[in-house]
């Protein structure tokens, strides 16, 4: 019958978007990106509540603690936009991927203080990042006659990926 064929043909387009969406290198390479910085996120959380719980930090329940600084994080998607404006994309996401890197440094030292803001600084940048290649993504996907919502499942489904592969791993 008509009407399911048509709706068997809009899921098989709904399932083929997203790879098609992938051919394009530029938005392959978002979505890698996309699996690279959530997977460091997802790792380094995983990482640092089992660090500052042993010695030198020896939190134990205080664990917790060290997640004071991520809601400054949620200015990263501001910063990002803004340092967009003043170059543009690329050159910002490799600054913010620059901090998140510093921020992750911070982390190693053996203070308390400085693992937090580490934890702080990375999240800041990583939440930054996210939200200019993710955009960057769609905004592509537009510009190639690909489709938007296919291109956005692409990248959402690199992004938890990234969150499951090395997040298990870390």
């Not at 200019?132 to 938890?160: C, E, I, K, M, N």
């Amino acid at each position: 019958d008509a009407p399911s064929a048509a709706r068997k043909q809009r899921i098989r387009k709904s399932m083929s978007d997203p790879i098609t969406a992938i051919r394009d290198p530029v938005i392959a390479s978002l979505c890698a990106l996309s699996f690279c910085t959530m997977g460091a996120f997802v790792g380094l959380f995983n990482a640092i509540a089992f660090r500052v719980s042993e010695p030198p930090y020896s939190l134990g329940l205080d664990t917790s603690a060290v997640y004071l600084f991520y809601p400054t994080a949620v200015l990263g998607p501001i910063a990002a936009s803004w340092f967009q404006k003043q170059i543009n994309t690329l050159s910002a996401c490799l600054i913010l991927i620059g901090i998140m890197i510093a921020g992750m440094f911070l982390t190693w030292l053996p203070s308390v203080f400085a693992a937090a803001v580490g934890l702080g600084v990375f999240t800041f940048a990583f939440l930054g990042v996210n939200s200019l290649t993710s955009s960057w993504a769609v905004d592509r996907a537009h510009r190639t006659g690909r489709s938007p919502v296919g291109t956005s499942g692409a990248y959402l489904s690199t992004y938890y990926a990234g969150s499951a592969v090395v997040g298990l791993a870390a």
